[in-house]
């Protein structure tokens, strides 16, 4: 289903929204997130990105400028001497145009140590993987779920979808000087067997260099929005448990230690707008989900710190006749700085 694909330029705040912008979640890893484009349909997506989606309404892509420079006042208010710029979003940001330029610009703002980007690696070539290493990215986390071909494509929900291509690029990021952590999620039922051997893989071919934990297996967790998978998910004791033994059986650990990959608390960004606050705000565009509005306060600072976006849930009213109207809303959630509010009246 076709959606529109917004551009989010200077006019509109980079905090406050899940889809697009900066995610702070109070540690020194600041969140960068440039479009929400993705062409896969994972079966398990938990944020149900891809051409299939039945719930999104919109897209976005935000210009690398204005990006940049709000992520440079993050950075700032951080005060940290080893932020890690982590790009990644409620897509795939190896569709974003200007990936070169803001890895780029991110590896020259004052404290960040390490640039880093979640991935499935599919859309890029061997060219690109070079642009990314000259720009100076220094990490690439890889979603690799199976490496047998037919499985990967079902769980893709793609069947143009190229494990063996993607296993290639991977070795070509490696021999251009980029660091690769392998990050498969794991469906009980459907990828057990291919665990042991993307791990395997993973070490033979060198992943994860300087690293103990080079393959980071992740838990499939059924998300409200996202896609349902039919399994029986696995509580976190029993994932963890499982982990173990899979440590135990491949001779590698699987389990990072404390402070392997340098996560630690730091300054969160102050939260402007508190839970039950009303706000007046204009109607800017369409929420990435059905019955969303994204909307900015008419009263503004002007800066990455102090503005917000915000998504308010209209449910069915929900309208691009909205568009350019003003509303009163009332915050109901602020957790990390993702801003949700409802209309009054």
């Not at 600041?30 to 994972?42: M, Q």
């Not at 899979?246 to 969160?268: F, Q, S, T």
């Not at 917000?308 to 350019?324: F, H, M, N, Q």
């Amino acid at each position: 289903m076709a959606r529109p694909i917004y551009k989010i330029g200077p006019e509109t705040p980079l905090v406050g929204a899940l889809a697009f912008g900066i995610v702070d979640r109070g540690t020194n890893v600041v969140e960068v997130r440039p479009t929400s484009l993705c062409a896969l349909n994972c079966i398990f997506c938990s944020v149900n990105a891809g051409p299939a989606s039945r719930t999104r309404w919109a897209e976005y892509v935000v210009e690398p400028e204005p990006l940049v420079a709000a992520l440079e006042e993050v950075v700032k208010y951080k005060g940290v001497d080893d932020a890690e710029v982590h790009i990644d979003g409620m897509g795939d940001p190896g569709h974003y145009p200007h990936l070169a330029e803001l890895v780029r610009g991110a590896k020259t703002i004052k404290g960040v140590a390490v640039v880093s980007m979640q991935t499935r690696l599919y859309m890029l070539d061997e060219d690109k993987i070079r642009e990314l290493a000259s720009a100076g990215l220094d990490r690439l986390n890889v979603s690799i779920d199976a490496l047998d071909p037919s499985l990967a494509r079902r769980l893709a929900g793609a069947e143009w979808y190229d494990v063996e291509r993607v296993l290639d690029l991977v070795k070509r990021a490696l021999e251009a000087g980029i660091n690769v952590v392998i990050s498969p999620v794991w469906v009980p039922g459907w990828n057990d067997g291919e665990l042991p051997k993307i791990v395997k893989w993973a070490y033979d071919n060198g992943v994860g260099r300087g690293l103990l934990t080079p393959v980071l297996i992740q838990k499939y967790i059924p998300h409200k929005r996202g896609r349902r998978v039919k399994t029986r998910p696995m509580g976190w004791g029993e994932f963890w448990k499982r982990l173990r033994v899979m440590e135990k059986e491949l001779g590698v650990r699987l389990v990072p230690g404390r402070g392997e990959y340098n996560i630690h608390k730091a300054p969160e960004l102050p939260k402007p707008h508190a839970v039950g606050e009303v706000v007046a705000v204009e109607i800017v565009g369409r929420g990435v989900f059905r019955g969303e509005m994204l909307a900015t306060p008419l009263k503004r600072r002007g800066t990455a710190v102090w503005d917000r976006v915000l998504t308010v849930a209209y449910g069915k009213a929900a309208s691009d006749e909205l568009v350019g109207s003003r509303a009163r809303v009332r915050v109901i959630e602020n957790r990390h700085n993702i801003y949700i509010a409802k209309p009054i009246g």
